[in-house]
């Protein structure tokens, strides 16, 4: 059984026995903790890291030595010597006990099916033990109940140029093949043609998959579904070469399918992620950016409840530039723009950033994400028919701001920003509380 270590956003991971009891700390043991410290360093050297810094700090504290602080990035990451380091979300419970995380992690997996690449219809984690499972056996079973969708349906089959030579004629006889095995071999035909089969790099890649996740896997549940599936794929090969085989995957109209599966096989196979990282220390890793799962879980729900409204929402909105002289230059790109059915518009950024109650601290909100949200408020007037559009910026909630009176910041020239909070627990009641206070707001 491997060992785990489970820390969430902004927790102190220690090395230092003297501190194992002590709450304010978790602690990692020897030669663990270590590994984690050149893991870090590793990645902080890397060319292809440069979000390292946004993802760890290590500082080393009076008393207490090397600290390692987690930021902004969540998931998982695996050391060669079996030992594993779970990374969660940072959320506002509201004083429910989630001792085991279980709360935390479901809240997690439903905020990762909302990013734009790892969207899934089928994976449902009713019947998992959440709180007993980590969170790579959590990714492998998404992985598998997307894969059950798949053979329910069919695997695809395409036509696979194939050459051979046989005792009937069909396809092209290859001249120069023939003339030379004739010489042997009267009867038979060289020829090349196309075999329409299932063994395709498609089907391949994710066969490699299974397999691998086959020999990684430690749930019975898991093995037994890999066990499964793979009597689908009987007809298939593995894959040999999965840099090549990923350059001839086709995504069309008639493969979507196989769409989020392959994104998956990629990481699996490959350790390609958002945030990814293999070296001398680590076996794999697998590191998303909250900021990017805030606003996909914010703006997917967003789009399912006000499309009641006939509103619509944009994401990551383009068109309009800080400068236009002597050329467009310094996009403006609003996480989130609300265009409602009478045409008005309402400009939203998400901000993964816990404020305070300190109103003279501004609540901890960047003057920088002040002066974001005027120029956004200014561009976008044109396009608001001449008037200011509405400007909110959104929060998640947390339990210092979770009885705070509505917060907003007005200018002298006609703009006013919003705060609002986003309880991740339940996003839904939420939005539909935000619905009602922009639906107010056209009164």
Not at 9 to 26: A, V
Not at 182 to 196: A, G, L, N, P
Not at 278 to 287: A, K
Request: net charge neutral; hydrophobic share 35%.
């Amino acid at each position: 059984m491997k060992k785990i270590l489970e820390v969430k956003e902004f927790d102190k991971i220690t090395g230092n026995p003297d501190y194992k009891e002590d709450s304010n700390y978790k602690y990692l043991e020897e030669p663990a903790f270590q590994n984690l410290i050149d893991f870090i360093k590793e990645y902080v050297a890397s060319d292809n890291n440069d979000d390292a810094f946004d993802c760890f700090k290590v500082i080393t504290q009076r008393g207490s030595g090397d600290l390692v602080i987690t930021k902004k990035y969540v998931g998982l990451i695996q050391m060669k010597n079996g030992y594993q380091v779970e990374i969660l979300p940072k959320i506002s419970m509201g004083g429910v006990d989630d001792t085991n995380n279980r709360v935390t992690k479901s809240t997690f997996i439903k905020m990762l099916r909302c990013m734009d690449d790892f969207q899934s219809k089928v994976f449902s984690s009713a019947n998992l033990n959440i709180d007993r499972m980590n969170l790579y056996e959590i990714f492998i079973n998404m992985y598998l109940q997307e894969l059950n969708s798949l053979v329910k349906k069919g695997l695809k089959s395409t036509y696979i140029t194939e050459e051979d030579n046989l005792s009937s004629f069909k396809g092209k006889l290859i001249i120069k093949d023939q003339i030379i095995k004739s010489i042997t071999h009267k009867e038979k035909f060289s020829v090349v043609f196309d075999e329409y089969q299932i063994n395709r790099p498609e089907n391949q890649l994710i066969k490699s998959t299974l397999l691998k996740l086959n020999r990684i896997t430690e749930r019975i549940e898991n093995k037994k579904n890999i066990s499964q599936l793979l009597t689908y794929f009987e007809r298939v090969d593995e894959s040999i070469n999965y840099v090549s085989d990923f350059s001839k995957v086709i995504i069309d109209r008639t493969m979507t399918d196989y769409d989020l599966l392959l994104k998956w096989s990629r990481i699996f196979l490959m350790n390609k992620s958002f945030t990814t990282f293999s070296g001398e220390t680590v076996s794999r890793s697998l590191l998303f950016p909250m900021d990017k799962l805030f606003e996909g879980y914010v703006s997917k729900n967003m789009k399912k409840i006000f499309a009641e409204y006939n509103w619509k929402v944009s994401t990551q909105d383009k068109g309009y530039y800080l400068f236009n002289e002597p050329n467009d230059q310094f996009a403006l790109r609003p996480d989130i723009v609300v265009t409602k059915q009478d045409g008005t518009l309402v400009i939203m950024d998400t901000k993964w950033k816990s404020l305070n109650n300190n109103a003279r601290e501004n609540y901890n909100i960047s003057q920088a994400d002040m002066y974001q949200m005027y120029a956004y408020a200014r561009k976008y007037e044109k396009a608001n028919n001449g008037s200011i559009p509405e400007v909110w910026m959104l929060y998640p909630l947390n339990d210092e701001v979770r009885n705070h009176d509505q917060i907003s910041y007005t200018s002298g020239d006609g703009v006013k920003v919003h705060i609002y909070f986003i309880d991740l627990t339940d996003i839904k009641m939420s939005i539909e509380k935000l619905k009602i206070y922009l639906i107010e707001g056209t009164q």
